[in-house]
């Protein structure tokens, strides 16, 4: 898929951070006005905590009725155009690229694969003697694998708050815990807005962890 569609990509501050050529089949908006700043964000974090070095791509998913940003382990750092609409602050972006980069940095992702691949292997097995058994893992693969445990989501917290101090952010706590409670506020009830929470520990319980480690 890489290159497939063409699409354009920059180099922006010694790093390379692009819309969509990696997104193997995920849809990106490539001119999304705001894109500039959410790539900017993603190379001021990488560049101050040691990932300079690293390939990482930016795509802003056409989703504006959605809360949502997400990586993979390209790495290509989503973000939905709902939330970058929302939140163009700097102030609530590197936050949330600093989330989903510690995901990465603390492997996460690979955790995660390494569960997926498990529970196939499980179900593959169990397909052998139980007839049909196989098919199982179909519905309980991705209740297993599409969140990330509690325990990381924390860790990930913790360590975004060390990338955005690391990248000069002051008061990085507060930065980090505003952002998080303004996303939450204005989502409100809309359950189409929760996607970034989803399988995420509750607000309170994140704020007090990343409060108690400073
Ligand atoms: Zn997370």
Redesign the pocket.
């Known amino acids: 898929m890489k290159n497939a569609r063409g699409m354009v990509c920059v180099m922006l501050l010694g790093i390379l951070v692009a819309g969509g050529c990696a997104t193997q089949g995920q849809k990106c908006d490539r001119l999304h006005p705001k894109k500039k700043d959410f790539a900017v964000a993603v190379v001021k974090l990488c560049n101050a905590n040691g990932l300079g070095s690293l390939k990482v791509w930016v795509c802003v998913t056409p989703q504006p009725d959605v809360y949502n940003a997400?990586i993979d382990m390209t790495p290509v750092v989503y973000m939905s155009s709902g939330l970058l609409n929302e939140f163009a602050d700097q102030d609530v972006v590197m936050p949330i690229v600093a989330?989903?980069l510690?995901?990465y940095a603390l492997q996460?992702i690979e955790k995660r694969a390494g569960a997926s691949f498990g529970v196939t292997m499980l179900f593959t097995v169990a397909g052998v003697f139980i007839p049909g058994a196989g098919l199982g893992n179909l519905l309980v693969n991705p209740l297993v694998t599409n969140?990330?445990g509690r325990d990381?989501?924390l860790d990930?917290?913790k360590n975004a708050v060390k990338m955005l101090k690391n990248a000069g952010v002051e008061n990085a706590v507060d930065v980090y815990c505003t952002a998080l409670t303004v996303i939450i506020r204005k989502a409100g009830s809309d359950a189409k807005k929760w996607d970034l929470f989803a399988?995420?520990p509750p607000l309170e319980d994140r704020i007090k962890y990343v409060r108690s480690t400073e």
Do not use: T
Request: no cysteine; glycine share 8%; aromatic share 14%.
């Open positions: 997400w989330h989903e510690s995901h996460h969140a990330y990381q989501e990930a917290d399988g995420h």
